[in-house]
C-alpha cells in the first residue's frame, strides 16, 4: 500500500528590481536635439509640471537620443539647453499659445516624452509633432468649456462650502461667467494680468450687492467657487514640493507668486467690499455647515466633469479624472479623521499621487499632471486659504492661527506629493515590465 503524501507548493515571490536610470538608444546626437529638448521643455513649462520633473525628463531624454553630456537649467517660465558640440546655449520662454493649461495637449506632450526616452522618436519628429499640438484648437467648443466651468464651479460650492442648492445655482452662473471671461480675454496681455483681480472685484460686487438685498444668506458660498480655477494651490504646492527636492529659485519663484495671486483675490474682494458698504460680518459669514451623506460626493463628480469640459479632456480621461478626485477627497477625509483638517492634506496628496501615477499607464488615462491640478484645487489650501486671508484682511478673522493653517496645509500637501513619488518610484523598480508603468 503506498503512502500519498499531500506536497504543498508554495510559489516563491521573486522581486527583480529594475534599473531607473536612462538608457541610450542613439549614438550620437542629430543637430535638431539642442531645439526639440528646448520646445519640449517649454511645453512641459507650459502644462504646469514641476521644474524639477521637467528636468529630470530632460535628461532622460537627451541621454536616449544620444547626448548624455547635455547642461540643463529649467526656471518655472525659462529653460536653457546645452548641449557638448554646440557653441551656444538655446533658451526659450515658456508661454502658452492657448493661455490657460488644456488636458488634451498635456496628453499628447506626453506621449511625445514617451516616445522620445523610448528612443523610438527622433528629434526632427519630435518638433514636428510639438508644433502640430501646440497648434492644434480645443477638443470642445467655447459654449462646452464655460458651462463645464460653471459646473465645475457648483461642485466645489457643494464639496468644500457645503452650499445650499440656491448657493449651488448662483454659483453655476457666476461660473459660466468667469469661463467667459477666462476664454475671451487674450494671454499675454495687461488684461490677462489683471484678470484674477478684476473677476474677484467684480464677482464680489454682485455678490455682496445681492446679501445687502437680503438675497443671500452666505455670500462666500456664491462668491469663492466661481473663482476656484484662478486659485494659486497648484502654484504653492508645487513651490513647496520644488524647495523640498532643492530647486531653491523655481520653487521660491512659484512660492511668491501664488502668495501674490491669492492677495490679489483677496484685495480685490475686499475692495469690493469697501464699495458696497455691506458690513464684513455679514458679506464674509462662513458657517460651514455640515454635509450630508451624499452632498460632497456629488459635488467631486460635479466638479470632474466640469473640468474634464472646461480644460478639453482626452477621451475616456474622465473616468481615470474622476478616479483620482475621489481618492483624493476620500484620504483627505481619513486624514481629517486621525490627525485633524491642517495636516489632512497629506493623506489626500500622497493617496492621489500614487494613484495618478499608476493610472497613466493605462491606454486612455491622461498624464498625471492633468489630474493634479484639478486635485489641487480640491484640497485644503485653495478655497479656504482665499477666504482665510479675505476675512483676515477685513478684520471679521483675526486669529493668527489662519495664516499658520494654511501654511501648515501647504507643506503637509507638498509633503504628501514627495512621499507619493517615492513610494510609486518604488512600485516602478519591483512592477512587471509588462505593466507599462511610466518612469516619474
Not at 526656471?75 to 515658456?94: N, S
Not at 465645475?152 to 448662483?170: D, F, N
Request: some cysteine; glycine content about 10%; hydrophobic content about 55%.
Amino acid at each position: 500500500m503506498s503512502a500519498w503524501r499531500l506536497r504543498l507548493r508554495i510559489p516563491r515571490l521573486e522581486l527583480h528590481p529594475r534599473s531607473i536610470e536612462a538608457k541610450q538608444y542613439v549614438e550620437s546626437p542629430s543637430a535638431q536635439l539642442q531645439e526639440f529638448l528646448v520646445k519640449l521643455g517649454s511645453a512641459l513649462l507650459s502644462v504646469g509640471t514641476a521644474s524639477t520633473d521637467i528636468q529630470r525628463t530632460l535628461k532622460r531624454v537627451a541621454i536616449a537620443l544620444g547626448s548624455p553630456h547635455a547642461a540643463l537649467i529649467v526656471f518655472p517660465t525659462l529653460i536653457f539647453v546645452g548641449m557638448p558640440d554646440e557653441k551656444e546655449t538655446r533658451f526659450e520662454v515658456a508661454e502658452s499659445r492657448g493661455g490657460e493649461v488644456r488636458f488634451d495637449r498635456a496628453a499628447r506632450i506626453y506621449t511625445i516624452v514617451d516616445h522620445a526616452t523610448a528612443g523610438t522618436i527622433t528629434a526632427t519628429e519630435g518638433i514636428a509633432a510639438i508644433d502640430a499640438i501646440l497648434d492644434a484648437k480645443p477638443r470642445f467648443g467655447l459654449l462646452v468649456r464655460v458651462l463645464g466651468h460653471g459646473v465645475a464651479a457648483a461642485g466645489v460650492g457643494l464639496v468644500l462650502l457645503g452650499a445650499e442648492p440656491i448657493s449651488v445655482l448662483y454659483g453655476f452662473v457666476l461660473g459660466v461667467l468667469v469661463g467667459i471671461a477666462k476664454l475671451v480675454v487674450k494671454p499675454g496681455t495687461y488684461a490677462a494680468i489683471l484678470l484674477p483681480i478684476l473677476t474677484a472685484f467684480a464677482l464680489a460686487l454682485v455678490v455682496f450687492a445681492a446679501a445687502r438685498a437680503d438675497l443671500l444668506a452666505e455670500p462666500l458660498q456664491v462668491l469663492v467657487p466661481p473663482l476656484v480655477t484662478l486659485l494659486p494651490g497648484a502654484v504653492l504646492t508645487t513651490g513647496i514640493q520644488e524647495l523640498a527636492a532643492g530647486d531653491m529659485v523655481a520653487g521660491s519663484s512659484r512660492l511668491v507668486s501664488g502668495i501674490a495671486q491669492l492677495l490679489f483675490l483677496a484685495f480685490g474682494i475686499i475692495a469690493a467690499l469697501t464699495v458696497t458698504g455691506v458690513p464684513a460680518s455679514i458679506a464674509l459669514f462662513t458657517s460651514h455647515p455640515p454635509l450630508g451623506a451624499f452632498q460632497p460626493w456629488i459635488g467631486v463628480l460635479l466638479f470632474s466633469l466640469g473640468i474634464f469640459f472646461y480644460y478639453c479632456g482626452p477621451r475616456r480621461s474622465f473616468y481615470f479624472l474622476t478616479l483620482v478626485l475621489l481618492v483624493a477627497y476620500s484620504g483627505q477625509l481619513l486624514g481629517n479623521l486621525l490627525v485633524g483638517s491642517v495636516f489632512s492634506g497629506f493623506f489626500g496628496a500622497l493617496a492621489l499621487t500614487i494613484v495618478a501615477y499608476l493610472v497613466q499607464s493605462i491606454p486612455g488615462a491622461p498624464p498625471a499632471v492633468v489630474c493634479f491640478l484639478p486635485a489641487f484645487w480640491l484640497l485644503v489650501p485653495g478655497a479656504t486659504g482665499l477666504i482665510g486671508l479675505t476675512q483676515s484682511a477685513a478684520g471679521t478673522n483675526l486669529d493668527s492661527s489662519t495664516l499658520t493653517a494654511l501654511v501648515g496645509s501647504i507643506v503637509s500637501i507638498a509633503l504628501g506629493v514627495l512621499s507619493g513619488t517615492a513610494v510609486y518610484r518604488q512600485i516602478f523598480r519591483v512592477a512587471p515590465t509588462r505593466w507599462g508603468l511610466r518612469l516619474v
